[in-house]
């Protein structure tokens, strides 16, 4: 019988057109990993697309490769896990550009669930779902590594409230000041809140702090459970704090400004925020993408 | 060179193991076709999944024929635009069984963006989407044809609102009163609801009339375009309607049991109610099953 | 301030519409869980839908107490692991029916990824992907629960190879023999294949076994690394065994009717099988929804 | 009653963080809308996002002027259709600067189903689905528009269809001359391939022109009907035109390298292309971003 060594080398022939590609890989690979974090183990189920580039001389990029480098973190990940899923991703961009002899780029991008204990106004824990993000580039040598969070949370519309106000205050001109007091009524909705932000060589990013800037930014953090009273809190918290998307993501950048300020000028941030409006069928969406330095600089 | 009737046909032969199928056909089908609607002619894109029966002796059901079926009606829609959607679904039924002459059963479910011009609350009109529902069975030579539709509007909830209102009175005691009077904040999202009706023979029912009944059983109806006056009105006017989703679907079979008391008391209904509760991560889920003769004696 | 026990229970307050409703709960939760399975320790991230059936009598259905009932179920589930998903399912529908005391009908689904590791043909392990489903009722009083997998393989069509096969020994008649000795090219795809199992009481079914039914029933598994040699033998194998979606699913009843033989003649099984067509855009489909009695008389 | 006039402008406000934004606009928005095209109407039903920049001094974007901007050009395109789909974006990128008059950036992205007639290879004709894709940017007075397409078609691999060969070889050495002449089997499997070219001021590209591009650098394009003699010769063409992704990608740039070549050099041409592998339960990824000037120098 042939073994592997005797059969034909197809992705090693010249192709017909000389292009090199840019990014050539195996996408949608879901596998169950386990991430050490510092006070607990924690399972992953990350979606996982993978990269390396491919030079024009060569048919085909050697596609098994990615899948034995996968399947080789996920065993190792189970005997000695890693500290955190940006680690693995810089574990695994290392690899492939070592066995892709001839790549010179190298791309994975993760996203998986993540679930935090919380506990809701009156005390009562649950389980909250978050989204963890990483990504990681090696290109000619040079790693540049992200983590991500999206959250789901709640924001008010202060534009709603403030119209409503008005209108009330028109209409019962003797309770003008009490409706000054008051949180008055505006439509609010689902909001999911994305920051990803860059990891210098040398520093490092705790995934559960960038989700309680996040929370910090909407209008409230929500809960799988809430009794009447906790229901109540939330709603009239989320009233005393409404916010655009705008909002959400200059708040979220204004905490990075501070939690971050010794890091690099070129770090890369981008935050987003996307709303999915009560009153329309369409959802309102802000986002900035910068450097460190810019946010620093007021800009 | 070899024509299609001196091809071998393995559809045709006897199988390996001898089960009937209750359902063999395609999936996933997407078309553009043309209803003729009483004022206006109305393009959709169904995505259509059908099915028929397989006997036993059968190995294999003749898909091609599913689409040719599929086409036909396409193109004679281009010409002789049917009256609607559930129409369409009766004719491809009949269709099913004609041409898959081993089948005494056949199946089709179709759904489709659907849109209506709507006018806001100062008269704006805009393009709204809902989605468009038709099923038809013809089992044993009976045909059943089901019409239905989902739409997006704005649900209050009423219990937040009471708690809050409670908490208030109890702050404020000077504004009790007043604190009856206006409405007071409570979480609010967005809403799908679905309705699912039975067109019994001879009878007929219009999708709009189903799209306006699910409309007024929410707290308020969506609108692409609010300028701040028509804001403040739908989130004014949602809010002195709150709405569980338990709400919204009895709203909805009340107003069934109206408009459609005349027909046969088997007519099947399925009315559901979802909302993506702004201040949890899940969502809240309320469905009724049932005749209409159920509904007719108040159960 | 005022206690939950002191703040408005709208909930409890007569509905405007006297209809009681089939099934009122919550969608979309997502949780982490521990399963004890025989060997090892399964970490599964479940989507959950849950739902009672509510009175006419009574407004609102108390959904915090469904988000209870599985937070306690998922910390219960760290200490003392459960045997299995459909036991989980049956534990949660009794906590249902005890916690919502004004409902006779209780309803919970769920599927989550799940990971087996599996060898290649040379031997190389793997960590491959399906879904484990589950589904428990408990209606006035007694329980059915199903247990479910959704396993993806590759089919490979044997009407194509018999008719291009047929077009090769038409065009090579000196060679027909050996044409009727070798596969010839047919066009493959990836295959979903889902069985649906009830488990009755006082009997327990393997969903690893259910797994290794369907990936036998398909032309061939599929897995995640595959080198050269591994690559020829899976495609080599497909094709020496050829399935229509219906050929799927008649082998899983027959493997069903000898593994369960025993099981109650009422147990009822779902099989599906939806193959993603590489030469259309549209899916194939077959399903037999009976009675295990059913099939045992070869109906 | 107040007006408009007289309400607060809350948007208008200065934000409390003094942060500008990249992108601040409405997502998910879902239109129906007519486009003119040579030879006949066509009605598309695009998924429209669409972003103006946002200066430090302003709290949030007037979101509602989006909408209004796209009903506007819904209700114009009904009476007097443009051309395509990316002069659609041009026309919306321009108003957006207009009535945002403090953005000095705009984009719009847009997406919808397609359908073409085609004929498969007994030359009957069905309607096949495809997407088109347009993207316009309005950089301080510069627009960059682009138009692509997505294409589903069948990949054959010619790495396992040439280790099949190797070892029936092996096997039947007096049949070697033979097995070099025929197709021997391999896996196949739907392919997704995606083309998105800029088109410059003054220059213009057809949709339908990219669709072909695309279905030729496939192993073959695919069709909603196929009698048995039509799916032995798409079945026969596909397997002796065996395509890698990368092969695919590349086969594109050819084309585009000469259908193209006298475009400006700095076109910007995005190809992508995606098999659903059907031996893996993942899919096979291969990209070029480039200019055209790159791909008319062979690199």
Redesign the interface.
């Known amino acids: 019988?042939?073994?592997?060594e005797?059969?034909?080398?197809?992705?090693a022939e010249k192709?017909?057109?000389?292009?090199?590609?840019?990014?050539?890989?195996?996408?949608?690979?879901?596998?169950?990993i386990v991430v050490k974090r510092p006070n607990k183990t924690v399972?992953l189920?990350p979606t996982i697309?993978l990269?390396v580039d491919?030079p024009?001389t060569k048919?085909?990029?050697d596609?098994?490769r990615n899948?034995?480098i996968i399947?080789e973190i996920?065993e190792k990940s189970t005997m000695a896990p890693c500290s955190g899923i940006e680690e693995l991703a810089e574990n695994i961009v290392k690899l492939l550009i070592k066995k892709h002899t001839y790549a010179s780029y190298a791309e994975i991008e993760m996203h998986a669930?993540y679930?935090l204990e919380r506990e809701n106004p009156s005390g009562k824990?649950?389980?909250?779902?978050y989204v963890l993000f990483s990504r990681a580039i090696m290109d000619h040598g040079t790693i540049r590594k992200m983590l991500g969070v999206k959250v789901?949370g709640?924001t008010v519309?202060?534009?709603?409230m403030?119209?409503?106000r008005?209108?009330?205050k028109?209409k019962?001109p003797d309770?003008a000041k009490?409706l000054n007091e008051?949180?008055?009524?505006?439509?609010?909705?689902?909001n999911n809140t994305t920051i990803m932000v860059e990891v210098p060589e040398g520093y490092s990013i705790e995934a559960n702090d960038l989700i309680e800037i996040a929370e910090n930014a909407m209008s409230?953090p929500?809960?799988?459970?809430?009794?009447?009273?906790d229901?109540?809190e939330?709603?009239?918290r989320?009233?005393t704090n409404p916010k655009?998307?705008?909002?959400v993501?200059?708040?979220v950048?204004?905490q990075i400004s501070k939690k971050y300020s010794n890091f690099p000028k070129d770090t890369l941030i981008t935050v987003r925020s996307?709303s999915?409006?009560?009153?329309?069928?369409?959802?309102?969406?802000?986002?900035?993408?910068?450097t460190l330095g810019e946010?620093l600089n007021?800009?």
Chains 1, 2, 3, 4 share one sequence.
Do not use: W
């Not at 019988?1 to 592997?4: I, K």
């Not at 005797?6 to 992705?11: A, G, H, N």
């Not at 999915?276 to 910068?290: D, Q, V």
């Open positions: 019988m042939l073994g592997n005797k059969l034909p080398d197809i992705q192709p017909q057109s000389n292009y090199k590609l840019t990014r050539v890989g195996v996408t949608n690979v879901v596998k169950q399972f189920t697309n990269f491919l024009a048919k085909g990029s596609m098994s899948i034995e399947e996920v669930d679930f824990r649950s389980q909250e779902r789901t709640i519309c202060p534009c709603a403030e119209t409503v008005s209108v009330l028109d019962y309770y009490f008051i949180p008055v009524v505006s439509h609010n909705q689902r409230s929500t809960y799988e459970i809430l009794k009447r009273k229901e109540e939330v709603v009239y989320a009233h655009f998307v705008e909002d993501v200059r708040d950048l204004k996307e999915e409006e009560s009153i329309h069928k369409h959802n309102a969406f802000a986002e900035r993408i910068s946010i007021n800009e």
